[in-house]
């Protein structure tokens, strides 16, 4: 079965339209890269867990802020190795300096015998809609497309 992913699409009305707030995935994968590799905060679920209960905990693990709001379901969305993401989309505003994720342990370099412990989001960042969907994973930008369509931007 597929898995399964919960998130949060955190949004805010700046001067010049909307920007949403994204994270990028910490570790060595994905220390050199930027462009399509962002994300909405998420996470897996179990299949007896509420979604909207995961995504909301999910961005809390991620970026360690509460959030709450008005949350409005996106369509989902299928990535390119087959995992369904299910997000809401939320206005609110958070410092991208000030978050503080949970870690996650891997043996580095491969086959080293070495463990290292790495942040699961290494940075968070503000970005307008053009731009977000650039940084973007290259399925997630759908859910920034709903986003501005709903808010008729």
Same mark, same amino acid.
């Given at each position: 079965?597929?898995?399964?992913?919960?998130?949060?699409?955190?949004?805010?009305?700046?001067?010049?339209?909307?920007?949403?707030?994204?994270?990028?995935?910490?570790?060595?994968?994905?220390?050199?890269?930027?462009?399509?590799?962002?994300?909405?905060?998420?996470?897996?679920?179990?299949?007896? @867990?509420?979604?909207?209960?995961?995504?909301?905990? @999910?961005?809390?693990?991620?970026?360690?802020?509460?959030?709450?709001?008005?949350?409005?379901?996106?369509?989902?969305?299928?990535?390119?190795?087959?995992?369904?993401?299910?997000?809401?989309?939320?206005?609110?505003?958070?410092?991208?300096?000030?978050?503080?994720?949970?870690?996650? @342990?891997?043996?580095?370099?491969?086959?080293?015998?070495?463990?290292?412990?790495?942040?699961?989001?290494?940075?968070?960042?503000?970005?307008?809609?053009?731009?977000?969907?650039?940084?973007?994973?290259?399925?997630?930008?759908?859910?920034?497309?709903?986003?501005?369509?709903?808010?008729?931007?």
């Amino acid at each position: 079965m597929p898995k399964q992913s919960a998130g949060i699409l955190l949004y805010r009305k700046a001067a010049h339209g909307l920007q949403v707030f994204l994270v990028h995935p910490g570790g060595p994968f994905f220390k050199n890269k930027d462009e399509g590799s962002w994300s909405v905060p998420k996470g897996e679920y179990l299949p007896d @867990e509420d979604p909207l209960k995961a995504a909301k905990r @999910e961005f809390r693990e991620e970026t360690g802020h509460e959030i709450t709001g008005d949350f409005i379901a996106l369509n989902f969305i299928k990535q390119k190795g087959g995992k369904t993401v299910l997000a809401w989309a939320v206005e609110g505003n958070i410092d991208p300096g000030n978050i503080k994720s949970n870690t996650f @342990e891997i043996e580095w370099p491969p086959r080293s015998g070495k463990k290292q412990t790495f942040d699961e989001i290494d940075r968070a960042e503000w970005f307008d809609m053009a731009t977000a969907k650039i940084k973007i994973n290259p399925a997630q930008a759908a859910l920034i497309d709903e986003l501005a369509a709903i808010n008729n931007y």
